[in-house]
């Protein structure tokens, strides 16, 4: 089974990544308003019945900070 | 305009980070078979017409290194 999981800062919270590519991408000339920098994980695993539930257990221990960061769970068809 | 930019390792291409992921879920007890890790990028950007030759033109100078990782980008409808 394969998820794709969207890891975001919060809304507020600050994104020095985020910034540093706002800054490059002005630098070069492109006219942009806001970056924000996340992850993406792609992950193969065997999630049997639950695998959303699963998922959302390695959000919370693992893949992101929840204090800090949002994140989004898809899961693939296959 | 929005756009989200989604940056991944290619295939066969080492993946240090994702392989921690991995590492770091197993022993907490996931039944995980592989992890890549990449970013995702959120942009608000004048985009006029050519928005996505202007993410693209953004993703080849800055945003992916296009030896090692492979970009996809969505243009949100707003």
């Given at each position: ?9 919060k809304?507020?919270?600050l ?7 706002e ?23 065997d ?7 699963e ?24």
């Amino acid at each position: 089974m394969r998820a794709t999981v969207l890891v975001r800062p919060k809304a507020g919270i600050l994104d020095p990544q985020g910034e540093a590519v706002e800054s490059s991408l002005r630098q070069l000339g492109f006219l942009v308003d806001e970056a924000r920098v996340g992850r993406v994980i792609e992950l193969a695993f065997d999630g049997r019945d639950n695998a959303r539930r699963e998922l959302e257990r390695m959000c919370e221990q693992l893949l992101a900070n929840p204090l800090i960061e949002s994140y989004e769970i898809e899961v693939d068809g296959a």
